[in-house]
């Protein structure tokens, strides 16, 4: 096995499962503009996107600049309000984290959501402390599907793509990490194996997770 790996996680949908609050605030937000999309669009066009594109393609023009600003925090503040008395790990992560912690593997956080976001989660659920990589969609210039937030990453953690493991659950979130030359494993909270590109491995939840699991798929 590599001496340095790293295991690099997305947020949502990964480390809690902000999916279905993601998409009340969306509907609350949408439909004070009279828009109320189905729960297809929003499995097609919202989960593992960036707001600038879930807010171009539903509002049907480019958004950008201070409007994309603006929309943006009106839209997450919102959703923040929303989700924060309900905060909650996916099951086994904690100690799955802890495991890899103890072992010396490398962490971060790789997420398209913005800092604000993740401070919520990161109040609420103890890991920030482990991490020795954390990027939120302002860290970034490209979102995924692009590279860059995994790339950065790796970089940031001191290791080579090829040494990385990245959690990911949605299609554009696992093309990012096999666009950057990283292992993956799809995390299915939020599409089928069918609805993701190929991963190494799937998994419902981290309480079958380990070290050795993650350290297996090097070999």
Known sequence: ?????????????????TNPYHSRAFREFFSSRNLNPSDEDFARHMFGKSNSYILSHFL??????EELR????????LFRKIYEPFIDPISGILSFIDDLYQNEVKLGVATSAPVANLDLVFSK?????????????????????????YL????????????????????????????AGMKVVGVLTSHTIEELPPCNLYIKDYSEMSFLKVSELFQ
């Open 1 to 17: 096995m590599r001496k340095n790996i790293a295991v690099i996680f997305d947020m949502d949908g990964v480390i809690v499962h």
């Open 60 to 65: 049907e023009r480019t958004i950008e600049g």
């Open 70 to 77: 603006a929309l943006e925090d009106e839209k997450e503040s």
């Open 125 to 149: 659920v103890p890991l920030r402390e482990k991490m020795g990589s954390i990027l939120a969609s302002e860290n970034v210039t490209k979102h995924k599907p692009d590279p860059e937030v």
């Open 152 to 179: 950065t990453s790796a970089k940031n953690l001191g290791v080579s793509p090829e040494d990385c493991v990245v959690f990911e659950d949605s299609f554009s979130g696992v093309s990012a990490a096999l666009n």
